[in-house]
């Protein structure tokens, strides 16, 4: 089985006051290509803690994450920042788009970090591509004040798609959305799964996490459960 993503007692810990503060404890995890994990845990379980681990916006304090085959646990500033940008994709609450630019620009953003490339004829026709696969195929001159929060959400899903990244990673994509749009942007990610697209969703709302194959329940900084819903597509895993 080929793996995304890999963690092997990973732990972080912070000095607080003096006091030492273990946000992970030793967390260990495998998700396999194709698999659709939902993070959860009560404020402080240290699910915001792995997920800025998983997104390389931190480094461990120990222990290995693996991004396919790489460690990545031991890398400087400058290579994380070169991971996110080419192998990982980020969905954001806020959606995190650029005011000034066009949804066609927002998706292109992650293309201008790829090793100082100029954007060629397919890096565009790919971009329109993804707008298109999201159902913002025309809204493609549309700026983010011209759009819903919901079509925010899709250009968001649309970029983070652009560089084909190891896996999704989605910190609560429906929090600001209401129940019907939330509905859309769940059917959307279910959909990019399908698709063999891996997901990491963190969300703190049971029915969303409902809709991943598999719930990963963290309190105290450690795994309190593991539980798979739906099995792996066997063409992805």
Sequence with gaps: ??????????????????EVVHALAGVSLDIPQGDYLAIMGPSGSGKSTLLNLL???????SGNFFLGEDDVSKLDDDQLSQI????IGFVFQSYNLIQQLTVLENIEVPLHYRDHTRLTPE????????AALVGLGNRLDHRPSQLSGGQQQRA??????????????????????????????????????????????VTHEEEVAQRARRIVRLRDG????DVRMR???????
Excluded: H, W
Excluded at 231 to 237: K, R, S, T, V
């Design 231 to 237: 099995e792996l597509d066997p063409q992805f895993a």
């Design 55 to 61: 997104g390389c916006l931190d480094r461990p304090t």
């Design 222 to 225: 450690l795994i309190q459960s």
């Design 156 to 201: 968001g899903i649309a970029r983070s798609l652009i560089n084909n990244p190891y896996f999704v990673l989605a910190d609560e994509p429906t929090g600001n959305l209401d129940s019907v749009t939330t509905g859309e942007i769940l059917q959307l990610i279910d959909d990019l799964n399908a698709t063999g697209k891996t997901i990491i969703m």
């Design 1 to 18: 089985m080929n793996f995304a993503v890999r963690i092997e007692n990973l732990c972080k810990f912070y000095y607080l006051g003096g």
């Design 84 to 87: 996110r940008a080419s192998r």
């Design 123 to 130: 890096d565009r026709q790919r971009c329109r591509d993804l």
